[in-house]
């Protein structure tokens, strides 16, 4: 389908367990991709609508741009908004990811990863099953800890891990509406309400199990990151917490890494914010994937690049 400057395509794949899983992707048409850029959308989100806007932006910047919906995400099979294992959803993104990155016509084009919220656990796990294979990572309001205010009190979670292992698909964790608490655009929160593919009811069990395993473990080995990254992070973000990225930006072992954090700025800050705070996160991400595409040329890891770390003004 042709969108003016980009086409879009959507198709199904089968996974490693057989499953059938929703694949999309956004490609300037005349023009030969700048990079390629792979989403990792979050928690309870998909990829062809929620992820729309982000798609298109990069796309008309000259990116080839793939989303994959996870299982039980979106469009894919699977429970609703149900993680049994973590580690599929990893593998499901490898898999899918490299064979793109593989073909003949990608072989010497740059990779980055765009992950949001849980979906940079994703990309940080990614990087981590292959350290050298990504060029970078923009990572917005990643999930590398669960915020204080979202963590269950102590108790809670000894019995919620006793009960997952004997009703793991039940939607009993306690957890405030990240719609409600995530974007600032009352619009934008409605979409999301009506947005039939995204999740909406508590979380599972087992689901909250697993994402707190994984951020627990991704804090605890922050320093094992050496790929080029940008965080970008909004300093009034109630789901995931903006000190822990200023954490990352400080453990990662990587030479060239880059912090923005945003002030006034809530969770959703590519999607969920007014139009002109949007365009401001965007032109940081554009501009840092666009002189790593044209400096990298696939060659991994970059070399004697300098960290930054800023601060931005409120718009």
């Keep these: 389908m042709s969108q003016g400057s980009l086409s879009y395509e959507e198709e199904f794949i089968l996974n490693s367990r057989g499953m059938k899983i929703f694949t999309c992707r956004w490609i300037p048409i005349s023009r030969e991709p700048k990079a390629l850029v792979f989403l990792c959308h979050g928690y309870a989100m998909e990829c062809s609508i929620t992820m729309r806007g982000t798609g298109i932006r990069l796309a008309k910047a000259g990116f080839a741009v793939y989303g994959l919906d996870y299982e039980g995400h979106g469009k894919s099979v699977g429970l609703d908004g149900y993680i049994s294992c973590f580690d599929n959803i990893v593998n499901d993104c490898c898999d899918h990811f490299t064979s793109i990155c593989e073909r003949a016509e990608n072989k010497n084009k ?3 990863i765009f992950g949001d ?64 608490v995530g974007i600032k655009e009352v619009g934008r929160r409605n979409e999301l309400k009506s947005n039939p593919f995204c999740y909406k ?109 800023d601060t931005v003004p409120s718009s």
């Design 201 to 309: 009811g508590r979380p599972r069990l087992k689901t909250g199990d697993q994402l707190y395993r994984v951020s627990l473990e991704i804090e605890q080995n922050l320093h094992q990151i050496t790929f080029p990254f940008l965080v970008v992070h909004g300093e009034k973000d109630k789901i995931t917490d903006p000190s822990v990225s200023k954490l990352l930006y400080e453990s990662a072992s990587s030479s060239d890494k880059m912090l923005k954090l945003y002030p006034g700025m809530w969770h959703a800050i590519t999607s969920g914010e007014p139009p002109e705070n949007i365009d401001m996160v965007f032109a940081d991400i554009i501009a840092w994937l666009t002189e790593r595409a044209a400096g990298s040329g696939g060659s991994r890891p970059k070399n004697g690049e300098e960290s930054i770390s």
């Design 117 to 180: 919220s849980m979906g940079g656990a994703v990309a940080i796990l990614l990087h981590r099953k292959n350290p050298k294979y990504w060029d970078g990572a923009i990572l917005v309001s990643p999930m590398c800890k669960i915020a204080e205010n979202m963590k269950p009190h102590p108790l809670l979670l000894s019995a919620l891990d006793k009960l997952c292992h004997v009703v793991p698909t039940w939607k009993m964790v306690p957890a405030p509406n990240l719609v409600k």
């Design 110 to 112: 740059s990779r980055f």
